[in-house]
């Protein structure tokens, strides 16, 4: 047979199976495309990943996030708003009558309680902020509809904008004046602050430069913030232990003027602890900084030759409102899960602070909060935290007889070996010796080993021992139990610092208390 031609001449080629093959995958390709495509309506790029024009419960953003549809989105896209502003408010959508913008619930504040009336106002440093504060805002600022941080230099850590709370300060209280080394090189810095860090001191430098910030710090957030009725002042180590805080206030009254905290003394000068956090009623800051009187400024030159911004807070709370501090510990507390001293004195009181907690620490209390705020919530109760809670959780799992190098900090009654004219103990070590005629024979021969240290501990009663330590020749106890922390071992055996508990007298003694159900709340007077 003669093949056909082509115009051409060259010899027409029949479509092979496979090219039919291709050809029919390509078609119907094709039609399943245009039938997606009218299913699907009108898209583009844009409108997929537009966070104006995605829907209306979009779970990847924060529940401080604007959610919804609004009606102005050219406000949204306009880069001239300053959405860190302190009195930026996102419009409302049209037509609601709550003037409130939907938000979406984070599952992860599931019983998380209402703190509308609370303003909690953190304090920071510039050379510790990207350290502390993201843990922060991810776990226990994570829930908050508004709160204020404040430090030494303006900063934007993840979104969340940083106040400078020093850029108020008088001039002539910062110039030639070397507690401000730190604030200086800060604006200076042109690349990363850790890096200009490593010029100084930053530890001593920024400790020298806090102390200007307190009273800067509450004259702005009244300012800022003049209408909530409660003021929380803490630190970026500062937890704070909501559902506690929120019942409690319950039981305040914020038009009376009072300050809480836990109370400490410098010059028989009665103050708040700022670790530890204080709390300041809507009438203690309108009289102490309310309206324009300019009130930290005042103590910008003294505050030179002063300690401490917390002390310099209750002096100028005092000479501008007459309001004194009043003493809230254990409620208001300066100790962690690991150093709370659990016993008689720390039990059925509920705990609203604690101090001195570090990024893991944070987190690890929160998830345990969490779950406890979930529980509740679907249980239709709620339970503040009690100290004796933090022990069933965080120390009792952990209770061992001994432990090689570590401090329990066992330290309210010592036996020292004082025959030997070359050890050298402390006055205040010495002070809190036991006469000789009220040492019973296990007692006398507490100093000579860690193993007769705590034969003594064991032979004695709840109200004498419940743990001890020993290192070289010194024997010290403790009324209280608690974790302790990890020490280097030393180079020399004598020099190891050992700890024990007496666990079964602690479990006796715990099994004994009474359920707490009563909560044991401080006295406010008002």
Request: neutral net charge; hydrophobic residues 30%; proline residues 5%.
């Amino acid at each position: 047979m003669i093949p056909q031609k082509t115009r051409f001449g060259s010899p027409a080629r029949m479509p092979s199976r496979r090219n039919f093959v291709v050809i029919s995958f390509v078609a119907i390709s094709l039609l399943l495309l245009l039938y997606t495509s009218r299913r699907l309506g009108s898209w583009s790029y844009d409108d997929a990943y537009s966070p104006h024009k995605q829907s209306e419960k979009d779970p990847h953003k924060s529940q401080h996030a604007p959610q919804g549809s609004h009606a102005n989105e050219d406000f949204l896209n306009d880069p001239s708003v300053n959405y860190t502003d302190p009195q930026f408010h996102y419009p409302t959508d049209e037509g609601s009558n709550s003037g409130k913008t939907d938000l979406v619930v984070d599952p992860m504040c599931e019983g998380f309680p209402d703190t509308s009336k609370i303003l909690l106002v953190m304090k920071t440093g510039a050379s510790e902020s990207f350290a502390r504060v993201p843990t922060q805002v991810m776990t226990m600022l994570r829930c908050l509809p508004d709160f204020l941080i404040f430090s030494d230099m303006a900063q934007d850590i993840g979104g969340q904008h940083i106040y400078d709370s020093l850029d108020t300060m008088l001039p002539e209280a910062q110039e030639g004046n070397s507690d401000f080394d730190l604030y200086r090189r800060q604006k200076w810095c042109q690349v990363d602050q850790d890096n200009c860090n490593k010029l100084g001191d930053p530890a001593r430098e920024g400790w020298n430069l806090d102390k200007y910030k307190n009273v800067h710090i509450a004259e702005k957030t009244y300012q800022m913030r003049p209408n909530y009725d409660w003021y929380l002042f803490v630190d970026a180590d500062t937890y704070v232990l909501w559902s506690g805080l929120v019942e409690w206030t319950k039981k305040l009254n914020p038009k009376k003027k009072v300050y809480l905290g836990s109370v400490t003394l410098i010059h028989d000068f009665s103050f708040a602890h700022g670790g530890s956090g204080y709390l300041v009623s809507q009438a203690s800051m309108k009289e102490m900084v309310g309206g324009d009187k300019k009130v930290a400024n005042k103590w910008d030159v003294r505050a030179k030759k002063e300690c401490c911004g917390d002390y310099i807070f209750a002096l100028a709370l005092k000479q501008e409102a007459g309001v004194g501090v009043q003493q809230m510990w254990p409620t208001i507390n300066g100790e962690k899960p690991a150093t709370l001293p659990f016993g008689p004195n720390h039990w059925c009181h509920p705990i609203v602070t604690m101090h001195h907690m570090n990024a893991e620490e944070i987190n690890s209390f929160w998830h345990y909060e969490r779950k406890r705020m979930v529980a509740d919530s679907r249980e239709k109760k709620v339970r503040p935290i009690r100290i004796k809670d933090i022990y069933d959780a965080f120390l009792k799992p952990k209770m061992n007889e001994t432990r090689e190098d570590w401090d329990n900090n066992a330290d309210n009654t010592f036996y020292l070996d004082i025959s030997d004219p070359k050890r050298k103990w402390e006055d205040w070590q010495i002070n809190r010796m036991k006469s000789k005629e009220k040492l019973n024979d296990l007692e006398k021969k507490a100093h000579l080993s860690f193993k007769d240290c705590g034969n003594a501990c064991k032979s004695l009663g709840v109200d004498e021992c419940f743990q001890y330590r020993y290192q070289d020749g010194s024997c010290s106890m403790s009324k209280a139990f608690l974790l302790g922390h990890p020490v280097r071992k030393p180079d020399h055996e004598k020099d190891r610092v050992y700890s024990g508990w007496d666990v079964d007298k602690i479990n006796k003694w715990a099994s004994e208390q009474k359920s707490c159900d009563e909560l044991k709340w401080p006295y406010v007077r008002e």
